[in-house]
Structures are given as structure tokens and as C-alpha cells.
């Protein structure tokens, strides 16, 4: 069912110790014990899919992300991101769900940034 959503949260840069964000993504997956599956076109669109609520990737800058959200009451739309000193990405997004998925709301936040 459809529905208006509002989140506040940060997005936190992953660091994925020098592997590449797909070698990152199949060793986590492989950590859950659920293995890469062949459905994807990459191993970081399985884990964005199947762990949507941590993780974030960015596709124009080839950056994954952690996700630290909680949903918010409020009576207007809002979408909007901030990079803060330490490098982190405080978002606040409220939207119809029916209309805008997460994903393309924090796109549209990240490329509207100051």
C-alpha cells in the first residue's frame, strides 16, 4: 500500500579497506550466508536489494553508503541533503511513496546539495 513516508537520517561513506565496493558487497553477502545470486547484474545490487535498509549506493559516484533512518510525522514534502565536516550526508526526506521510491528521493537530494 502507498503511503506518505518522512525519514531523517545520515548516509555514512563505507569503507570498503581498499577492496572495491563489489568485492565489498560479495563478502558481506557471503557473511550472511546467502551468496551472491546470478539474478544481478552485480554483487552490489543484490546487497542494495536485499539489504535496502542499510545500504545506499550512489550510482553516479560509485559510492555506497550506510543508512541511519527513522521514520518522522510531519504534514509536507521534504527532500534534502546536507554534507556535514566529518564527510557524512545528513538527509531528511518525506514523500509519497506511491509516486517515489527512497532510492530516486535521495538522488534527487544529493544532486539538489549545496
Known amino acids: ?3 506518505t513516508v518522512h525519514y531523517r537520517g545520515t548516509l555514512t561513506k563505507v ?3 581498499g577492496k572495491t565496493v563489489n568485492e565489498y558487497a560479495t563478502e558481506f553477502i557471503d557473511s550472511k550466508g546467502i551468496g551472491v545470486d546470478d ?3 552485480s554483487p552490489v545490487e543484490h546487497l542494495v536489494d536485499d539489504f535496502y535498509e542499510i545500504f545506499y549506493y550512489h550510482k553516479p559516484s560509485k559510492t555506497l553508503y550506510l543508512i541511519k533512518r527513522q521514520r518522522v510525522e510531519i504534514d509536507e514534502d521534504i527532500i534534502k541533503a546536507e554534507r ?3 564527510g557524512v550526508i545528513e538527509f531528511e526526506l518525506k514523500y509519497y511513496n ?3 521510491g527512497f532510492e ?4 534527487e537530494a544529493i544532486e539538489n546539495m549545496q
Request: with cysteine; aromatic share 10%.
Open 98 to 100: 506511491g509516486g517515489a
Open 104 to 107: 530516486e528521493c535521495l538522488d
Open 84 to 86: 556535514l565536516d566529518s
Open 15 to 17: 569503507d570498503t579497506k
Open 1 to 3: 500500500m502507498s503511503e
Open 39 to 41: 539474478y544481478y547484474d
